[in-house]
């Protein structure tokens, strides 16, 4: 086929030669042309295979870097966190080998790289080429690929990303007595209302919540205050980088209005004086395992960030490629790459929390990667009134660890939606959050404690410390509880049973356990009352039974903190109540 002249089509043919758009015989021509056209084109995209892949190196190239100058490799806020817990810079902080990178594209030069992970030493790529693992492993520097997402049609890949970096000053400006509106049960049901009245809301707290989109976050009530004072610090998509998360999935916002809703009076979040970071790693247009490691790379540009907090309400255990899956056996923290990234997550000085999953009532039952993980938090779901919800899934783990970690409310858990509304929902997916900001707060009250021992603390705290169970774990986070466990000294000369650090009724008891006998003397008062009163006590060897007298609290307060201090020698042990 070729143009004439006139620069119109010509088709030639033994029987027929047509020179007219306008001729019968050459529109059924024309249709039989544009039909080999398309089966021709049907044909190359049924020769294409669009997938993604996880290719792990062997090794790094150590060369070019050294533990002695992580300023090469490592940005200030990783660093400073380092330095603070003391964790030391290893060739795990290294970045991926940019000549192993090459390595694989000169192989496949058609190959997209996706995201990278250092702890795992392996990247994410894109491919058409359904001869892309056979190339790969050849290759002298590849260790293992895996094929981790499978598409029906070519992706394109824009160059711009669409981010959102705010380096202005944030404005605290959030008072301590809060009117939580809906939300006030579902904050107060953890004690972390005292927490706020405390002076604990989350500032400075570098929060990350990791998700699938953020859908009018930056446009609803819910949030307008966090972007007006700053508090909203990044903004990143890795899912599909030239799109605003802003605009794509509303998961995440119910998620999100959970810590940060400020709108007193109708709806206030767990911790909405928190630094905020919101990265999209899932695809809600599919389900793969390629999502398992753009959330390893969410949790690493956390680290990259410095950032204290990282929560995600986001698990995998079934995906669209039935050929994949996670039985039961997989869930030993060993398995998943998100939940190893978890773990090694802890231990560069990041608390991890997860939602545990609503599996409860599935075939599946139990909680899912990367709630698996040894060291985050996972979190189950209950109502307002301490109910379990019964779609939040069990524990334990298959090693025989004991999961959730804690609950919050998830059970209609009041949230902020996309269309300015606030309205109750039901998941873990909002427990996690509640949780997440909770954390926060007790985080901010002791900034040097490690993710371990704020995790310990919580755990201990727990309504079911002494005897967990697997269908909520350590049970309801009682977080005035873990405050007062982390503001005791590291001794066990006396042990003190405290059920409760609220005191409602006229009276507060407990009881002091004592190695030896032991000498002490209990001050203790309102906060509100400049004297303190004085008691002395011998501690034998059982438990001693401490009452302490009436108390009332001022005329016209509704609250006031009741401290107590037990002295024996030198040693302080300081108890913070809430009077009610």
Same mark, same amino acid.
């Given at each position: 086929?070729?143009?004439? @002249?006139?620069?119109? #089509?010509?088709?030639t043919?033994?029987?027929?030669?047509?020179?007219?758009?306008?001729? %019968?015989?050459?529109?059924?021509?024309y249709?039989?042309?544009l039909?080999?056209?398309?089966?021709?084109?049907?044909?190359? @995209?049924?020769?294409?295979s669009?997938?993604?892949? $996880?290719v792990?190196?062997?090794?790094?190239?150590?060369?070019n870097?050294?533990?002695?100058?992580?300023?090469? #490799?490592?940005s200030?806020?990783?660093?400073?966190?380092?330095?603070?817990?003391?964790?030391?810079?290893?060739?795990?902080?290294?970045?991926?080998?940019?000549?192993?990178?090459?390595a694989?594209?000169?192989?496949?030069?058609?190959?997209?790289?996706?995201?990278?992970?250092? $702890?795992?030493?392996?990247?994410?790529?894109?491919?058409d080429?359904?001869?892309?693992?056979?190339?790969?492993?050849?290759?002298e520097?590849?260790?293992?690929?895996?094929?981790?997402?499978?598409?029906?049609?070519?992706?394109?890949?824009?160059?711009?990303?669409?981010?959102?970096?705010?380096?202005?000053?944030?404005?605290?400006?959030?008072?301590?007595d %809060?009117?939580?509106?809906?939300g006030?049960k579902?904050?107060r049901?953890?004690?972390?209302? $005292?927490?706020?009245?405390?002076?604990?809301?989350?500032?400075?707290?570098k929060?990350?919540?990791?998700?699938?989109?953020f859908?009018?976050?930056?446009?609803?009530r819910?949030?307008? =205050?966090?972007?007006e *004072?700053?508090? +909203?610090?990044? +903004?990143?998509?890795?899912?599909?980088?030239?799109?605003?998360?802003?605009?794509?999935?509303?998961?995440?916002?119910?998620?999100? =209005?959970?810590?940060?809703?400020?709108?007193?009076?109708?709806l +206030?979040?767990?911790?909405?004086?928190?630094?905020?970071?919101?990265?999209?790693t899932?695809? @809600?247009?599919?389900?793969?395992?390629?999502?398992?490691?753009? $959330?390893?790379?969410?949790?690493?540009?956390?680290?990259?960030?410095?950032?204290?907090?990282h929560?995600?309400?986001?698990?995998?255990?079934?995906?669209?490629?039935?050929?994949?899956?996670?039985?039961?056996?997989?869930?030993?923290?060993?398995?998943?790459?998100?939940?190893?990234?978890?773990?090694?997550?802890?231990?560069?000085?990041?608390?991890?929390?997860?939602? @545990?999953?609503?599996?409860?009532?599935?075939?599946?039952?139990?909680?899912?990667?990367?709630?698996?993980?040894?060291?985050?938090?996972?979190?189950?779901?209950?109502n307002?009134?301490?109910?379990?919800?019964?779609f939040?899934?069990f524990?334990?783990?298959?090693?025989g660890?004991?999961?959730?970690?804690?609950?919050?409310?998830?059970?209609?858990?009041?949230?902020?939606l996309?269309?300015?509304?606030?309205?109750?929902?039901?998941?873990?997916?909002?427990?996690?959050?509640?949780?997440?900001?909770m +954390?926060?707060?007790?985080?901010?009250? #002791?900034? *040097?404690r490690t993710?371990?021992?704020?995790?310990?603390?919580?755990?201990?705290?727990?309504?079911?410390?002494?005897?967990?169970?697997?269908?909520l774990?350590?049970?309801?986070?009682?977080? %005035?509880?873990?405050?007062?466990?982390?503001?005791?000294?590291?001794?066990?000369?006396?042990?003190?049973?405290?059920?409760?650090?609220?005191?409602?009724?006229?009276?507060?008891?407990?009881?002091?356990?004592?190695?030896?006998?032991?000498?002490?003397?209990?001050?203790?008062?309102?906060?509100?009352?400049?004297?303190?009163k004085?008691?002395?006590?011998?501690?034998?060897?059982?438990?001693?039974?401490?009452?302490?007298?009436?108390?009332?609290?001022?005329?016209?307060?509704?609250?006031?903190?009741?401290?107590?201090?037990?002295?024996?020698?030198?040693?302080?042990?300081?108890?913070?109540?809430?009077?009610?």
């Amino acid at each position: 086929m070729k143009k004439n @002249a006139n620069n119109k #089509f010509e088709v030639t043919s033994d029987k027929l030669q047509v020179n007219s758009l306008k001729s %019968l015989d050459f529109k059924y021509l024309y249709m039989i042309f544009l039909n080999f056209i398309l089966l021709f084109c049907f044909s190359e @995209a049924f020769g294409q295979s669009p997938a993604k892949y $996880w290719v792990q190196f062997t090794h790094k190239e150590t060369a070019n870097y050294s533990v002695k100058k992580p300023e090469e #490799f490592l940005s200030p806020p990783a660093i400073e966190k380092r330095l603070k817990f003391n964790i030391p810079v290893t060739e795990q902080d290294f970045p991926v080998s940019r000549s192993h990178i090459a390595a694989v594209q000169l192989l496949d030069p058609t190959a997209i790289l996706l995201a990278t992970s250092k $702890w795992h030493n392996g990247a994410t790529f894109y491919s058409d080429n359904p001869d892309f693992i056979t190339l790969i492993k050849g290759c002298e520097v590849v260790k293992y690929v895996e094929k981790t997402y499978i598409g029906k049609e070519p992706e394109l890949f824009p160059n711009e990303n669409v981010n959102y970096f705010n380096n202005n000053t944030p404005v605290v400006a959030i008072p301590n007595d %809060l009117d939580y509106g809906y939300g006030t049960k579902q904050i107060r049901i953890n004690n972390v209302h $005292w927490l706020h009245r405390l002076g604990y809301k989350g500032e400075g707290i570098k929060l990350q919540v990791q998700d699938g989109g953020f859908n009018n976050s930056d446009s609803i009530r819910h949030f307008q =205050s966090q972007f007006e *004072d700053n508090r +909203v610090r990044v +903004v990143k998509n890795f899912v599909q980088p030239e799109k605003s998360t802003f605009r794509d999935g509303s998961h995440g916002t119910g998620v999100w =209005s959970c810590i940060a809703a400020y709108i007193p009076g109708e709806l +206030v979040g767990s911790a909405p004086a928190c630094l905020f970071y919101l990265v999209q790693t899932e695809d @809600a247009r599919t389900e793969f395992v390629v999502e398992e490691d753009y $959330w390893v790379s969410g949790i690493e540009f956390a680290d990259s960030l410095g950032i204290d907090i990282h929560t995600s309400s986001l698990g995998y255990s079934t995906f669209d490629d039935s050929t994949y899956y996670r039985a039961y056996e997989c869930l030993d923290g060993k398995t998943s790459r998100a939940s190893l990234a978890a773990d090694i997550a802890v231990s560069k000085g990041m608390i991890v929390i997860n939602s @545990a999953g609503n599996a409860g009532r599935d075939a599946w039952h139990y909680v899912s990667c990367p709630s698996d993980a040894k060291d985050i938090l996972t979190v189950g779901a209950i109502n307002n009134e301490g109910t379990r919800a019964s779609f939040s899934s069990f524990g334990p783990t298959f090693d025989g660890r004991v999961k959730p970690d804690g609950a919050a409310v998830g059970w209609m858990t009041f949230v902020g939606l996309p269309n300015n509304k606030t309205l109750p929902g039901n998941g873990t997916s909002y427990s996690a959050p509640l949780f997440a900001g909770m +954390v926060a707060c007790l985080k901010q009250a #002791f900034p *040097d404690r490690t993710p371990y021992e704020i995790a310990d603390a919580i755990r201990k705290s727990g309504s079911q410390y002494i005897n967990p169970d697997t269908a909520l774990g350590y049970g309801i986070t009682d977080f %005035l509880k873990a405050y007062n466990i982390l503001a005791l000294p590291d001794t066990d000369n006396l042990c003190f049973d405290i059920s409760s650090f609220v005191i409602t009724a006229a009276k507060t008891s407990f009881l002091i356990h004592a190695k030896d006998n032991a000498k002490v003397i209990i001050h203790y008062g309102l906060r509100s009352d400049a004297k303190m009163k004085t008691k002395k006590l011998n501690i034998a060897k059982e438990a001693t039974f401490v009452q302490l007298p009436v108390l009332k609290l001022p005329k016209g307060k509704k609250y006031d903190f009741f401290d107590v201090t037990v002295y024996e020698g030198e040693t302080e042990y300081k108890f913070v109540f809430g009077r009610e």
